[in-house]
C-alpha cells in the first residue's frame, strides 16, 4: 500500500524470513561465520539459542545457503515429532526407502550410507529448528545418531535452534548425557538501542529505498524499547509506523507513528532495555566469532580515554595474572574513532563453550607446560609479559578451572595486540588478561581469555562484571583452561 509513497520495490519489515534482508548486525553475521566454520572443520553438537522473534530461523535459513556443497543439509522444521518419525524423516531426505522397517534396521542403513558419503568426502549435518519443542525422548535419538562415527570420525553433525527453554530442557538430569556433547553455543543477542537505526535502515536499503534516514531518533527510541529488541516485533512496529505515516501523506516516521503502531499491536515500552544486566538475562553464554577485519580495526585504535578502574581482587590460589585482548563490534564501543558503517561487521573464529567442570582438584601427575614460543614478540613487552602468565597459569591451576573468552585473533600481530593490553592497563584489567597461542588454519594465532575461575558457574556469573567496553565490544563465552592443548 505504501510502497510507491516511499519509493520501495517490495515491503521491508515483512516476519517472514527471506535472506536478502538478513542483517549481519547485531552479532548474527559473526555467528553465521562461526556455525559454518563448526560444521565445515569440526564435531560436536551445536546450540544457538534466542528469544522468540530474535530471528533464529532466518539464521538457519542463511546457514542453508551458506554451506558448502559438500556438506547435506536436513533441515527439520516440525521438531514435534517421535524418535521413530525421526529416523523416518531423515533417512527420507538422505533419500532412503526405508519405511516400515525396524529401528535396527534403520539405524544400521544410516550407517552404511553416511559411512558411503564420508569416503567421497561428503558430510552431513541435521539442522533442528524449534529444537525446545522437541520430546526428550527424540532428542535423545539425536544423542544416538550422533554416535555414529567411522574410526576417530563422526557422521553427523546436529545443529539445534531453540528458545531459551532449550537451556532448561537440557539441564534436566537425563539429558546430562546430550548436554555433555555440545561444544558449540551460540546466543543471539535482541538488537541493542545503538543497533536499531542501523537495522532499519538496512531494511528500508534492502527494499530499495534511495532516500534520507526516515525514523527519527524519538521513533526509533520507542520502536527499540518497546520491542526489546526482538526483530519480529521491531519489524511489525516499523511496518504499521510506515502505514501511519502514509496515512498523514508525509514521508518521516516520527514519534507520533510508533505510538499509533503501539495502539493497534497491543505492544507496550518496556524498562531496563538495552542495559548490562539485560545482556545476562537475555544473552546467557554468549558466543560468536570475529570477521577479524573489525578486529584489526579495534586493535589500531591506540588512543583510548579511560578512567582507570582498580583491579578486580582475585583469590590468589585460582589466579596467575591474566591477560585480555578486545575486538571492537562497532564503532560505539570506541568514542573517540570515527563511527563504522551498518556494514562494518566484526568476526573471529568458532568460541567453544564447556560442560560445568565436576572437580577442581589438582593433577600432581601433568608435566610443566610450555607454551609455544612465537618469533617476532620482544622479550619485555606487555604481550611477551602476559603470554609469560598464561603459561604460569597453566601450570598452577586445579582441572576444571574456567576463564572468560573474549576472542580469537586469526593470526600474529603484535604490534596490535600490544595497543590493546596497553588500553587494558588503563582500564586497571591488565592482570586479568590471557593470550593463549593456538594454531588456526594453519596459521599462528591468539586465544584471549579474562580472569580464572573455579567452575563454569563463577565464570558466567562474573561475565555481567566484565568492564563496560568489553561487554559492548566483545560477545564473552566460557573456555575450560586445559594442560594438554596447548604446544609444548
Known sequence: MYLEHFGLNEPPFKITPVTDFFFAGANRGEILDAL????????????????????????????????PTNIKAIYLANPSMSRDELLYAIADRLQL????????????????????????????????????AMPLETLEELRLLYNLQVGKHKLLQIVLFGQPELDEKLSQTNMRQLKDRIVHHFTILPLSPKIVHDYLMFRMRAAGYKGPDIFSPNAEKLIGKTSQGLMRRVNILADKSLLAAFVENTHKIEERHVQAALRDSEMTPMRN??????????????????????????LNQERIQVTPKPPKKIEPALVAPASAVAVSQAASAVPEAPQPSAE?????TINT???????????ETLPAIKLKRLPDIPPHSLLQQRLNATESLL??????????????????????????LRRARKLGKLDEIFILPIELKGQDAFRVLYGNFPNSSKARAAIPDLPERYLEAFAPTLHLLENTQNTP
Open 36 to 67: 559454518v566454520y563448526a560444521i565445515t572443520d569440526g564435531e560436536g553438537i551445536i546450540k544457538i539459542s534466542g528469544e522468540v522473534g530474535s530471528g533464529k530461523t532466518m539464521l538457519c535459513r542463511m546457514l542453508l545457503d551458506k554451506l
Open 97 to 132: 526407502d526405508l519405511e516400515g522397517k525396524r529401528v535396527n534396521v534403520i539405524l544400521q542403513s544410516l550407517q552404511n550410507h553416511l559411512e558411503a558419503m564420508y569416503e567421497r568426502g561428503e558430510r552431513v549435518v541435521v539442522l533442528v529448528d524449534e529444537a525446545h
Open 273 to 298: 532495555w538495552g542495559g548490562r544486566r539485560h545482556v545476562s538475562v537475555l544473552g546467557g553464554l554468549i558466543l560468536f566469532a570475529a570477521i577479524l577485519a573489525g578486529a584489526g580495526w579495534f
Open 344 to 348: 562494518t561487521i566484526i568476526t573471529s
Open 353 to 363: 563453550a564447556t560442560p560445568e567442570p565436576n572437580t577442581t582438584s589438582v593433577d
Open 395 to 420: 601450570n598452577m591451576m586445579p582441572s576444571g578451572t574456567v576463564s572468560i573468552q573474549l576472542f580469537y585473533t586469526e593470526n600474529v600481530q603484535p604490534d596490535r595486540m600490544e595497543g590493546f
